[in-house]
């Protein structure tokens, strides 16, 4: 059977290519061997897979799969043969989601609701959890606060505005684009309902827009109390396309609010004195987002089966509408997956099989 898999060059060029790969014909105790019937493409972390020793000449891709049990191992109790389910391989899988059948560990797994389509599951399930992950375990969300979503509009984005409307904070997002914003602005929570999803969509793609003003504006100067980036500058000296994108670090610290979260994707964020002085003086923390630290613990691994789960219930009662292109065949994965790792695309891809 064929798989995705990634190739590094040596002069760092990552190269996408389908080859001939195949299982183990033994399947251990705790193992699930799954017939893929979708699979979610995501941006491969080189620079993290190096940090975690994790480099290998042919690096699988694709791991948010969807699909039916066919076998189990002696020591199985979660599932059974027919259970429909949906999953994310681990960062260290030697198989790519691509191949018709997969092995994977029971508890990296958790049962699909009938009602749940195969692309909705394996196009939310990463997202969701990275959802969950910023709101829930780094930022302690609770009713009345106050969000800001920065790309509120990409597919993590709007399943971190849903979930947060969903427990009652009064959702604030930007768009980077006039498109990203008419789309913002029409979000509601189901049909039929008037209210909207986000409170204001603060357009940055418009040069005479002022984050910092219209955040504290929104909040009668308070600030707000929590924020998701999607990245930051670090430097003023930045080009005028990731000015127009991106908010300064000063940005962020200058609307947070007393008490206030910055929950960060910057994995190289560097604080000056000035900085810290600021958040030292406002009481208010940062948290970095590595939605891949669930599997660093086994003491960590009932939340993070019960965070999937909640993912697909969401799914189940239209909580979560997640934002997925048409599915693509496998023919188009590599071209498809090219294009997401230079982040060209703005919904989630996944590929039927």
Known sequence: MKGLYCKLSEAGEVKFIIQDTSLPT???????????????????DIKLREDLKLQSEH?????????????????????????????????????????DVVLIDEYNLVQKPEKVGW??????????????????????I??????????????????????????????LATAVSPEDQKFLEQLRPSLGVLESLVARVIGVWDLKVDL???????????????????????????TEEVRNHLPHKHDIISLLGVGGHWVTTEDN?????PDSCSLFLKAASVSFLNEEVWEASRARQGRYIHIMKDVVEKLSTGTFRPLVENP???????VSMEMVQRRQLRKRVVVKL
């Open 269 to 273: 964020l560097q604080l000056d004195p």
């Open 119 to 140: 692309f909705e599951a394996a196009g939310a399930i990463k997202d969701g959890l990275k959802a969950y992950t910023a709101l829930h375990t780094l930022a302690r």
């Open 59 to 99: 690096v699988p891709v694709g791991r948010e799969i969807a699909g039916v049990v066919l076998q189990v191992g002696p020591k199985v109790t979660f599932f059974q043969p027919d259970d429909e389910v949906v999953g994310i391989l681990p960062l260290d899988a030697e198989v790519s989601g691509l191949c």
């Open 328 to 334: 693509v065949p496998l023919y188009e994965a590599t």
């Open 26 to 44: 033994a399947i251990g105790n705790h193992q699930v061997k799954v017939q893929v019937k979708s699979c979610a493409l995501s941006h491969v």
């Open 142 to 171: 609770a009713v009345g606060q106050t969000l800001l979503v920065l790309d509120g509009a990409s597919p993590f984005g709007l399943l971190a505005i849903q979930l947060a409307h969903y427990h009652g904070v009064k959702v």
């Open 212 to 238: 910092v003003d219209l955040c504290l504006e929104e909040t009668g100067g308070l600030g707000v109390d929590i924020v998701i980036d999607a990245g930051v500058r670090l430097h003023e000296e930045d």
